[in-house]
């Protein structure tokens, strides 16, 4: 290979390594953000204010968090399933939803009944037990999201609804959820009978 063409390829390798770490950083920052979003969002409330209910078939906070602290693990799964896939040129371009998936999850005006699984069935027993889960379940998440060999653009799979996403699109949906109840949350404290304590 000739010197300019081999600095050539040098030059667009490292471009591409420094794109895929920048992706990785930047996804990562976006799991911590919302991570530190949600456990605000339920942290110093009184046994009144975690358990309220605005009405009878809307959840509490208690329950919004059981639920994003049980999906946790239930997406990682999904998630490490999905990357043991290379995407086919055909599903590439069909593959990365970022801006769906960052707006689209967090629109609370579309409602989406909880898979059996993820319904609340108060299996954390008190806040502290739930914020410890959803500690270690993050942790383990950005763990796998962080893995060096994984191609956030190459690697992927089918996603029940979304069709075809990438691994960095998998990741932002994990995100996105926790996001989506941590403004459920905030839709229960603004509620007008919320308790003052």
Known sequence: MNRPLSLIVALVLTVSAFAADNDKAALVAQLQRTEARFLKSIDGLSEAQWNFKP???????????EHVTAAEPLIRGMIAEAIKNKLTAEMLPAAKKDEQLLTGLVDRSKKFKAPEPLIP????????????????????????????????????GPHPFLGPLDAYGWFLFQSGHSERHTLQIEEVKADPNFPKQ
């Open 121 to 156: 069935t108060n299996r954390f027993g008190n806040p502290q037990a739930a914020v410890e889960k959803f500690k270690s379940e993050r942790a383990e998440t950005i763990k796998l999201a962080s893995t060096p060999d994984l191609d956030l653009r190459a690697q992927g």
């Open 55 to 65: 009405a009878p078939d809307r959840w509490s906070i208690a329950e919004c968090a």
